[in-house]
């Protein structure tokens, strides 16, 4: 294959299992940040193995579904896989619920339309303001904890915006329809 024929043939796209075992490896990468943020900003660090484990398998499990959905999308199947990311929601149990707003919103924010970028950085903001409240007067290092929940806010929105891109068909019908 020429360099020539790898450019008219478009970009080469991930396979479902592919594509599902890095939203798994990415799921795992945000767990581990997600559990160092919150060693660094709480004032009694004590973590249980369990807790940790739970926390990683959590985010592990968001990771797989988010990638199986990129994968399916790829491949132009059914907008009803989307409903596989209820899935995700036992993430955002008990603490990780501060994170909710940018999971179900945050992904807007990576979508063309202007409307869809402000609904999504308000999902950023009420997740913010959801971590400010919790927060019952806490002193913490307000660099670790707002500068670290802003980054974990964000790659979990851009995870996230695969539930709301339009499918290939759809975007290779537009294309041809303009043609």
Same mark, same amino acid.
């Not at 004032?43 to 369990?50: M, Y």
């Not at 132009?76 to 501060?98: D, H, I």
């Not at 974990?152 to 695969?162: C, H, N, P, Q």
């Given at each position: 294959?020429?360099?020539?024929?790898?450019?008219?043939?478009?970009?080469?796209?991930?396979?479902?299992?592919?594509?599902?075992?890095?939203?798994?490896?990415?799921?795992?990468?945000?767990?581990?940040?997600?559990?160092?943020?919150?060693?660094?900003?709480?004032t009694e660090p004590q973590f249980t193995w369990a807790g940790t484990a739970?926390?990683?398998?959590?985010?592990?499990?968001?990771?797989?579904?988010?990638?199986?959905?990129?994968?399916?999308?790829?491949?132009?199947?059914?907008?009803?896989?989307?409903?596989?990311? %209820? $899935?995700? *929601?036992?993430?955002? @149990? +008990? #603490?990780?619920?501060?994170?909710? =707003?940018?999971?179900?919103?945050?992904?807007?924010?990576?979508?063309?339309h202007l409307w869809a970028r402000l609904a999504g950085a308000a999902g950023i903001l009420l997740s913010h303001?959801?971590?400010?409240?919790?927060?019952?007067?806490?002193?913490?290092?307000?660099?670790?904890?707002?500068?670290?929940?802003? %980054? $974990?806010? *964000?790659?979990?929105? @851009? +995870? #996230?915006?695969?539930?709301?891109? =339009?499918?290939?068909?759809?975007?290779?019908?537009?294309?041809?329809?303009?043609?």
């Amino acid at each position: 294959m020429t360099i020539q024929q790898s450019r008219e043939s478009g970009p080469r796209r991930l396979s479902v299992p592919r594509s599902a075992a890095a939203g798994l490896g990415f799921g795992l990468l945000w767990g581990i940040a997600a559990r160092t943020w919150m060693r660094l900003i709480s004032t009694e660090p004590q973590f249980t193995w369990a807790g940790t484990a739970t926390i990683l398998g959590f985010t592990s499990i968001t990771g797989l579904t988010l990638g199986i959905l990129y994968g399916v999308r790829q491949a132009g199947r059914s907008r009803w896989w989307r409903a596989l990311a %209820v $899935l995700c *929601l036992p993430t955002f @149990a +008990g #603490a990780g619920m501060v994170f909710l =707003p940018a999971f179900l919103l945050g992904g807007l924010l990576y979508l063309h339309h202007l409307w869809a970028r402000l609904a999504g950085a308000a999902g950023i903001l009420l997740s913010h303001g959801a971590l400010w409240a919790s927060l019952n007067g806490e002193s913490i290092n307000p660099w670790y904890l707002y500068g670290g929940f802003l %980054v $974990l806010s *964000l790659t979990l929105a @851009a +995870g #996230a915006a695969e539930l709301y891109r =339009p499918r290939q068909t759809r975007l290779r019908e537009a294309a041809v329809a303009q043609e």
